[in-house]
């Protein structure tokens, strides 16, 4: 009886590791290539005002400087132009929630980085707060 149970015990054991080798077929929709073609083509495109492409990879949290706030939608712009002819390398988001329009800039990893910034435009934006939020990583400057 020993000599059955151990004899059927070693046939499913064999069979457990047995490994067939098989075929895998790919099943899915055309649209998918071309919906990635699509994306490989914006992402290879230079942004313009209509389409701003943005080659921003969203990071962990970090800090931006508001430095404005208001609900009359084209004074955000008009902030965000004064801004952009200052500080042309520095990235704004403008996001609008009911009933106002924010305006903040930049994406420091670092809340020093933030009050600096901050200190920096104290005299030409009159209203200035740091938020801790999901930031985009920062371009690395390859140079240095």
């Known amino acids: 009886m020993k000599i059955y149970l151990v004899f059927v015990f070693l046939l499913c054991l064999q069979q457990t590791f047995a490994q067939t080798r098989g075929e895998v077929t790919e099943i899915k929709d055309p649209l998918i290539d071309s919906l990635i073609a699509k994306r490989i083509e914006l992402y290879k495109q230079k942004p313009t005002v209509t389409n701003p492409?943005?080659?921003a990879i969203v990071s962990d949290m970090g800090y931006?400087?508001?430095?404005?706030?208001?609900?009359?939608?084209?004074?955000?712009?008009?902030?965000?132009?004064?801004?952009?002819?200052?500080y042309p390398t520095i990235r704004t988001y403008i996001t609008y929630k009911e009933p106002n329009y924010y305006l903040r800039i930049g994406d420091f990893?670092?809340?020093?980085?933030?009050?600096?910034?901050?200190?920096?435009?104290?005299?030409?934006?009159?209203?200035?707060?740091?938020?801790?939020?999901?930031?985009?990583?920062?371009?690395?400057?390859?140079?240095?």
């Open 109 to 144: 990893r670092t809340r020093m980085e933030a009050q600096a910034m901050l200190n920096e435009l104290k005299g030409t934006f009159p209203t200035l707060f740091i938020f801790r939020e999901k930031i985009n990583a920062p371009d690395l400057d390859v140079n240095k």
């Open 64 to 86: 931006r400087v508001q430095v404005f706030y208001g609900s009359d939608r084209k004074e955000a712009f008009n902030e965000q132009n004064r801004f952009k002819t200052a």
């Open 53 to 55: 492409v943005s080659k």
